[in-house]
């Protein structure tokens, strides 16, 4: 499901089936659901029956009634059609993900020590099963023994490897995934239909998919229209009746069924599942509509530094020597004590020592050097080579080995250590022979763009907060360098639950992410919880989201999804309402002009006659739930603005374009009716 | 059009945006129970009426109650008045000897007065006693405005307040509006008027013999009574129930070009000052202008048109003078007072339709067909133009909340009014008060617009004009407002009980939803506001605003206008007339 792989929504195969499925779900109990369109098949139902009766009495202006009703049949399969569509990609990947939920086997370990083989639905939860290299993983669990290199690409189409081993944040494993390399002890963790894969299929399916508050909300508001033109049009016929001017009923239900809002009506769903789509298309799995929507409200981001904000690895940008040693002789002595160092931050001393210092790395054969490696107890690493000791690690472990215990390290080393540790840095001795050299400054590196994208949160209103475990002198400045509002230092779970819930009980929405077991509770506390998909099943389930790319950073477009699809609703509600006005200038002068030929001065479009008004009316109606399509499956463009900024230009495009198109769109449809001799 | 007439109209204005910031401070203070310079005065008053009729100042009443308490309130003086008017004629204070006034009419005048709508369909001066218009209408006028303003408080706590049950105590509420706001106001109000030549007596009519005998009549009668005191709360409360048929018209009523000034000022003033309290008591004074501009436009909009449409006159009398002039108004003065002219009759049309008042001083049936639109369209977007003291500022919100919900959602989030989340109950409270205007209105005047034996026969002008006459009829009841079209002879059995019914429909049935969401709202948590909040407090706002109260008002009544009015003054142009 990686970009790579993501299926067009125009796939020729989505549109046959979309067409279908609009057929389909003409069906009234179905369309209950949707008041607005409800109304809209029932019209054209009465508008049929009456078309039967005036064939069968061949009654004078069939042509007129004919096309009426085919139109009005047309309103409503555009609107299906539109729901089927964004339906679409979301059924194609279902079909794509049930091929992975091919049958399987499991080799399951009976508490005799024996092993059976077993079919994969046979698994229940609390079994324990043996997975070797080759074999797909039968089920969600947990790994309790070993470790293996996972390919995870039927679920996050990612093609890189995985490792997935018994203990830590990385011992979740998801059924139809497949082992490369060595043996694993799983513990399964779900029963058949309730794994981490049937849940993703219901999801990008769109199955289980209710609607959510605030579409309720719109879809009340949308009722509560409906009901009101459905009084005006009713009441207008008495009226009619009164002026000697009775309309007939293809009129009059033409009359309601432009009012009535079908174009947001008719978009309603689409716009709500294309929004959980784009979702899936960016790899994340939200668990409920409502989330997405969440997002979009969202005040607060609780942002882990690590992988983040920072590209996670310290790395070295500056060597200090202490006086009367110089920086090349540090820097020699740092990189010998690296070359052996795999992590991050050794690799970053190598590197810097060589484009600095153009200090080449050496090959140091075994025998000529033995390397320390870093335990927990020394808390150093280094090398004895060529007669020499280096070591490097933090202050008080050099001072231990340098000085032996309760020795105090020279003044200016302890200064030196002391400044980088109040400018967000981390400080690492270098010693030779016992004797301290000097200090590498390691830094958290911000990644690129990101005080960027907090300016642009902020400019929406977003508060971005840091969390971090570093101290609070190293946060500020880390936090200050990023951009972020605010951050929490030497944050515990407990700390982080604790922020969370402050900022709820001022109202306000938090949205996090998070991967470990001790993420879990707030996970659930926050209002959007983003779980990596590489962290711990208590994770995943805690929050109301997966991101299949374990990547926190989507944070912030999780939020950008979010707050476009709310922006789509209103785009559409507010284009549907302000198209109104063109139609009772097309419509309203059709209607009395006969009786009232006065009536020719409301007719400011200069329709050509009241049929043509009328139907070119309906056929605009019918037409511009097509023409929007597209923006109610793509979403109105994101941009990140001040809500009043966000206003005013959407209010613009929205609201005024929704008064003026229609009076040019009703208009050229008519010349075309008239120059087709279609009325 | 002249200078002098925009002059006047200016003046107006600005003298309704002069007092808007102190009496929204004022009331803000007085609905806080906070310290006023009248407490010295008002306080043992206030209390000795606690003290009488039990009830508790401290006591807060959830919405439910509090609309029980106003309901209650409410029927129980309905009852009262119609039982006044059904044996006024064994009561005292009746020196004209005036008989029981029948129940159709007992009962649509009762509907109508505890409404605070003052549809009268009956001639005040030959029906109804000094007693009946005393003890049932005038207190009515009082106590049906009182509620109105207390309603209004009730709604702006509910948004301003958080995550509280309650929206304060009706009674308390009813009894400061009635103390502090409209007994000082009336007071000064009525001795006002007096200087400008109102009565106030408990005299019989008196009976003058005519200089110049008409015939066979060689006297006529001149109606007495306590005008002023009436007429004071009949503005102040924007209840519009003439002492007199000719209401405002009436050189009693409304003697004077200042008279004039000062009734329709009265009008206004508290509404105005109402969306200050709206701003302060929110803790967003800059609201409180957003709500007060947006009014301000449509204000303009409408006195503009009826103004300009009855300046330039009737074009089928094309040949005649109807240029203004010094010894003349100029353009359509058909049924206008000669004192006021065409620029304040305009102003008073269309000031007295903004607010559900009612007064009139001149008679909009006699208005062209686009200048007696504008009242008629004002009613019909709900009287939210200041409006009614205390309906217009619930029935302004009631909008407010509706903009910000279709167009909050554009700016990306769930949308939020003041900090308070817009949700499906919210909405559909919200769509349950707009619902009513629409149902009422249209169904009661589409089943006479097509019953000839009970609701086409009651018209003295036929097409387009006599729907209007009907439809003018329904929306002023439905709308609270009571100014009569005319032309249309109201007092039935079906027009008193219809519009009687549309009255209840529209005051109560709108009042209920709306105390729900204000309920709702109350009881709600507030987001703090940042830069992603919907802004509630720039011109663009405004403009929001009044667009959705215009289109939602627009769409529902086009069809029906299109055949009233909108038919007429096309087929005026073309030479007819009806």
């Known amino acids: 499901m990686s970009k790579e792989k993501s299926i067009s929504i125009w796939d020729s195969k989505i549109i046959t089936r979309a067409l279908l499925d609009s057929l389909r779900k003409l069906n009234p109990t179905a369309m209950m659901k949707n008041p607005v369109m409800f109304v809209v098949e029932v019209g054209s139902v009465i508008t049929s029956i009456l078309l039967i009766r005036d064939l069968a009495a061949s009654a004078p202006g069939i042509g007129f009634s004919l096309q009426i009703t085919l139109w009005l049949w047309f309103t409503v399969l555009f609107a299906n059609f539109a729901e089927a569509m964004a339906e679409g990609r979301g059924k194609a990947q279902a079909d794509t993900l049930r091929k992975a939920k091919t049958e399987t086997t499991a080799n399951r370990l009976l508490p005799n020590g024996k092993v059976e083989i077993i079919a994969a639905p046979q698994l229940r939860k609390d079994d324990i099963v043996i997975v070797s290299a080759g074999e797909f993983i039968p089920g969600d669990g947990e790994v309790i023994e070993g470790v293996a290199s996972v390919d995870e690409s039927a679920i996050t189409g990612e093609s890189a490897p995985v490792i997935r081993e018994a203990g830590g944040d990385r011992s979740a494993v998801t059924g139809g995934t497949r082992v490369l390399s060595d043996q694993i002890k799983i513990r399964i963790s779900s029963n058949p239909g309730e794994t981490f894969l049937d849940r993703m299929i219901s999801l990008v399916e769109g199955a289980e998919r209710q609607k959510t508050p605030n579409e309720i909300a719109l879809n009340i508001l949308l009722a509560g229209l409906t009901i009101v033109f459905l009084l005006a049009v009713v009441t207008l016929q008495p009226f009619a009746i009164y002026s000697s001017a009775p309309q007939t009923v293809f009129v009059l239900v033409s009359l309601l069924v432009c009012l009535i809002p079908t174009t947001i009506g008719g978009l309603l769903s689409a716009i709500g599942i294309a929004g959980m789509d784009r979702l899936i298309q960016h790899n994340v799995l939200a668990m409920s509509g409502r989330a997405v929507e969440a997002a979009g409200d969202v005040n607060t981001l609780l942002l882990d530094k690590t992988g983040t904000i920072t590209l996670g690895n310290r790395q070295a940008t500056e060597f200090i020597p202490l006086s009367g040693v110089s920086e090349t002789e540090l820097a020699d002595a740092a990189q010998l004590s690296s070359l052996a160092d795999e992590t991050p931050e050794g690799r970053s001393i190598i590197v810097l020592a060589k484009e600095k210092y153009k200090l080449r790395g050496r090959e140091l054969t075994p025998h000529e050097a033995h390397f320390i490696p870093f335990t927990a107890q020394t808390r150093m690493s280094g090398v004895n080579y060529d007669g020499r000791e280096i070591r490097k690690g933090a202050v008080d472990a050099i001072e231990r080995y340098v000085n032996g215990n309760g020795a105090q390290a020279p003044r200016e080393l302890r200064e030196t250590v002391e400044r980088i540790s109040r400018a967000g840095g981390t400080p690492l001795v270098v010693a030779d022979n016992k004797r301290p050299l000097g200090v590498i400054y390691l830094k958290d590196i911000v990644k690129g763009g990101m005080k960027e994208r907090f300016d642009q949160l902020r400019a929406m209103g977003i508060k971005t907060v840091m969390i971090t475990g570093d101290n609070p002198l190293t946060a500020a400045t880390i936090a200050r360098e990023a951009g972020v509002d605010d951050f929490l230092a030497e944050a515990t779970p407990e700390d982080k639950m604790a922020l969370i819930k402050r900022e709820q009980a001022e109202g306000k929405l938090v949205a996090m992410t998070g991967d470990g077991t001790n993420d879990a509770p707030a996970l659930a506390q926050a209002d959007v919880g983003v779980a990596m998909n590489s962290g711990t099943q208590a994770a995943k389930e805690a929050g109301n989201m997966v991101d299949l790319d374990s990547n926190p950073t989507k944070l912030i477009e999780v939020v950008e999804i979010g707050k476009q699809l709310l922006m789509t609703r209103g785009a559409l509600t507010t284009f549907s309402i302000a198209n109104d006005v063109a139609k009772y200038f097309a419509i309203i002068p059709a209607m009395f002009s006969v009786a009232f030929p006065v009536m020719n001065e409301l007719n400011v479009m200069k329709l050509a006659t009241p049929q043509s008004a009328i139907l070119s009316a309906v056929i605009f109606n019918a037409l511009i739930i097509v023409v929007l399509i597209p923006l109610a499956l793509k979403g109105v463009k994101y941009r990140s603005l001040s809500a009043a900024a966000l206003l005013r230009r959407n209010l613009l495009i929205y609201g005024l374009g929704g008064i003026v198109v229609p009076f040019i769109g009703i208009k050229l449809i008519d010349v075309a009716v008239v120059a087709l001799g279609l009325a | ?578």
């Open chain 2, 1 to 578: 059009m002249t200078l002098n007439g925009w002059l006047q109209i200016l003046l107006f204005f600005a003298l309704v945006l002069a007092v808007t910031k102190p009496l929204g401070v004022f009331m803000a203070r007085v609905f806080n129970r906070e310290r006023t310079f009248l407490d010295p005065l008002l306080r043992p008053i206030e209390r000795l009426i606690y003290r009488l009729t039990g009830v508790d100042e401290t006591r807060e009443m959830r919405w439910t109650e509090y609309g029980a308490a106003m309901l209650s309130f409410s029927a129980v003086s309905m009852v009262a008045l119609y039982l006044l008017q059904r044996l006024q004629a064994w009561l005292p204070f009746n020196p004209q000897n005036l008989a029981n006034i029948e129940p159709s009419s007992a009962f649509n005048t009762a509907a109508s007065f505890t409404t605070n709508t003052n549809w009268q369909s009956y001639l005040p001066e030959t029906t109804m006693s000094y007693l009946t218009q005393m003890a049932g209408l005038t207190v009515q006028n009082f106590v049906s405005a009182a509620g109105g303003i207390a309603l209004a408080i009730a709604f702006i706590r509910g948004i301003a307040q958080r995550k509280k049950d309650t929206l304060g105590n009706f009674w308390v509420d009813m009894t400061r509006a009635t103390l502090w706001v409209l007994l000082p106001f009336c007071l000064v109000g009525a001795l006002a008027l007096v200087s400008q030549g109102v009565v106030q007596n408990l005299k019989p009519y008196d009976a003058v013999t005519l200089l110049d005998p008409q015939g066979e009549v060689k006297t006529q009668t001149i109606a007495q009574g306590p005008v002023a005191s009436q007429e004071a709360i009949k503005m102040w409360g924007t209840n519009g129930g003439g002492f007199f048929n000719a209401n405002s018209a009436h050189p009693f009523e409304n003697p004077t070009p200042l008279s004039n000034l000062l009734e329709m000022f009265a009008i206004f003033a508290i509404s105005a000052g109402l969306t200050y309290t709206l701003g302060q008591m929110t803790g967003s004074p800059k609201h409180g202008w957003a709500v007060f501009g947006a009014m301000a436009l449509l204000f303009f909009v409408g006195v503009s048109v009826a103004y300009w449409a009855e300046a330039r006159g009737n074009p089928m009398l094309a040949g005649t003078d109807q240029a203004a002039s010094a010894l003349q108004s100029g353009g359509n003065m058909e049924g206008k007072e000669v004192r006021f002219g065409i620029a304040n009759s305009a102003l008073f049309a269309t000031a007295t339709t903004d607010a559900s008042c009612g007064a009139v001083n001149s008679m909009h049936d006699s208005f062209t067909p686009l200048g007696g639109l504008v009242p008629l369209a004002n009613i019909m977007l709900g009287e939210v133009v200041f409006g009614g003291v205390g309906a217009g500022m619930y029935g302004v919100l009631i909008y407010v909340v509706l903009a910000v919900f279709i167009a909050g959602l554009m700016v990306g989030r769930t949308p939020e009014y003041l900090g308070k989340k817009i949700e499906a109950y919210d909405v559909k409270m919200a769509m349950l008060t707009v619902l009513i205007f629409p149902m009422t209105i249209l169904i009661f005047t589409a089943i006479s617009s097509v019953s000839p034996a009970f609701g086409t026969s009651q018209l003295n002008n036929s097409g387009p004009h006599g729907l209007s006459e009907m439809l003018y009829a329904f929306t002023s009841g439905t709308g609270n407002n009571g100014s009569a079209f005319a032309g249309i002879s109201a007092n039935t059995n079906w027009y008193n009980s219809a519009i009687g019914a549309a009255m209840l429909l529209g005051r109560f049935f709108m009042i209920i939803p709306m105390l729900a969401l204000a309920g709702n709202l109350g009881s709600k948590k507030a987001v703090p506001p940042s830069l992603g909040t919907f802004p509630v407090t720039t011109p663009l706002f405004a403009t929001l605003l009044v667009s959705v109260i215009v289109i939602v008002g627009a769409l529902t009544f086009f069809p029906v206008l299109s055949l009233g009015p909108i038919v007429e003054h096309l087929l005026m142009q073309a030479g007819q007339t009806f």
